[in-house]
Structures are given as C-alpha cells and as structure tokens.
C-alpha cells in the first residue's frame, strides 16, 4: 500500500539553526500539507501546497517556515532559525484534488530544540 | 471558522466491551467529518469519514460513527474492543471549501485486559 514517508524521525537542534524536514509523499497525490502537534496538544494544521504554491496556511505559518518541492518527489518543510516553541512533531500529509478524499500522513518527524 | 471538542481526554475500558467515544463540532458551514487513530509512534491513520448520506458510517476495525446534525455529533463507537485497540483517537472536521483539518484534541482509548 502506497504511503507518504518522512525524514529524518528525530532530530534534535539547538536554538537558532536551520532545520529541514523532508517527506515523500503518495506518488499520485497532488495535494501537500505539513501539521503539527506540539507534545500535550492538538494537532495543528499549518499549510497546504498545490501546483507548485502554498494555497493554504495557518497563522502559525509565519516568515520562519517555508515549504518546496525541489523534485518531483520530495516535499520539505524549513525552519530558518528555530525556537524552543518549534519542539514538536511534523506530520507530512497528502491526498488528490478530490476534494472530498482524506489526507494520509506520514509517521512524523519529532523536532527537538535546545 | 471551525472548532472540534473531544469530550474525554482518555478512556479506559476493558476487553471485549462496548466503547463510545464523543466528538462535538462548530462551524457555519457545511463539514466532512473524520476519525483518525494514532498507535504509539505511528501517524495518523483514517478509520472513518462522513461525507454525506447515510449517518451512520462504518470504518476500519469495526469502528463505526453517527452523524447527528442536530446536536452537531460524530460519535465513535465499537460494540467489542480488543487490547490492540489502545491508541490515540482524534475527530477532525474540513470545510467543503477547505483543505485543512481542524482536529480535537485526542481520547487515548486503554483497553484493559
């Protein structure tokens, strides 16, 4: 069965780098989003990739997060410069352009910031 | 916008009884409504989606919810549940228009031997 995978499954960082999130996601899909659920807390939608752009995003999504699609394959998520309050885990979502199919994540990535 | 409560943060309940576990939405729009579980370090995996149509919608692993327009539910339930049940439950509401999920803040079902 087809599934959207991401990379790395822990990574820790200390307060102010760079981080990178990459995922695969189902080869067929062309919807892309990236959630996260902060450890005690909801999963929080923070944004949604079509065609080549961002066509959803939340308020959490601000200038410190990016999103691309480099090839016609991976799906990355980039934190310029972290905050402690980014410790959380990263899901990787896909789905079609039917608007009524569901999403399916990916394991996660857990984001540990020191 | 739209609002998602889970009423009860955990659930313990032995094996092989019946379990419900309750979800409420708010929005002023028309929703699809989703269960999905997490087990311990895995993602979230859908067990059942409302969409339209019949109200009583079955899923994956004998799960099945009722939509009740009305009071705005979307209960989940299973009539006999088995020690790999144990994992975390979310209900997540999307907007026709929408494509992002607003979710609940999780049951953790325990089912205890």
């Known amino acids: 069965e087809p599934e959207v995978t991401q990379t790395p499954s822990h990574q820790v960082t200390q307060m102010g780098q760079e981080v990178i999130l990459r995922c695969v996601p189902i080869?067929?899909?062309?919807?892309f989003y990236w959630y996260r659920q902060i450890l005690g807390q909801k999963v929080e939608f923070l944004v949604s990739f079509y065609n080549n752009e961002i066509s959803e995003k939340s308020e959490i999504f601000d200038d410190q997060f990016s999103v691309e699609r480099p090839d016609g394959s991976n799906f990355t998520l980039k934190i310029r410069s972290t905050k402690l309050e980014d410790s959380a885990m990263y899901f990787c979502?896909?789905?079609?352009?039917?608007?009524?199919?569901?999403?399916?994540f990916g394991e996660g990535s857990r984001l540990t910031v020191l | 916008a739209q609002s998602v409560t889970q009423l009860d943060s955990q659930v313990p309940v032995f094996e092989e009884a019946p379990v419900e576990l309750r979800c409420n939405y708010s929005s002023s729009v028309s929703v699809y409504l989703f269960w999905y579980v997490q087990y311990p370090n895995q993602g979230l995996q859908l067990l059942l989606k409302y969409l339209s149509g019949s109200t009583l919608v079955k899923g994956i692993n004998g799960f099945e919810a009722e939509f009740n327009k009305s009071q705005t539910s979307f209960h989940l339930r299973k009539p006999s549940v088995h020690i790999s049940d144990t994992a975390e439950y979310f209900c997540a509401v999307r907007r026709y228009t929408a494509r992002q999920l607003t979710f609940g803040s999780g049951t953790q079902l325990t089912v205890l031997p």
């Open positions: 979502a896909s789905s079609t352009d039917r608007g009524y199919e569901e999403l399916f």
């Open positions: 080869s067929n899909h062309l919807y």
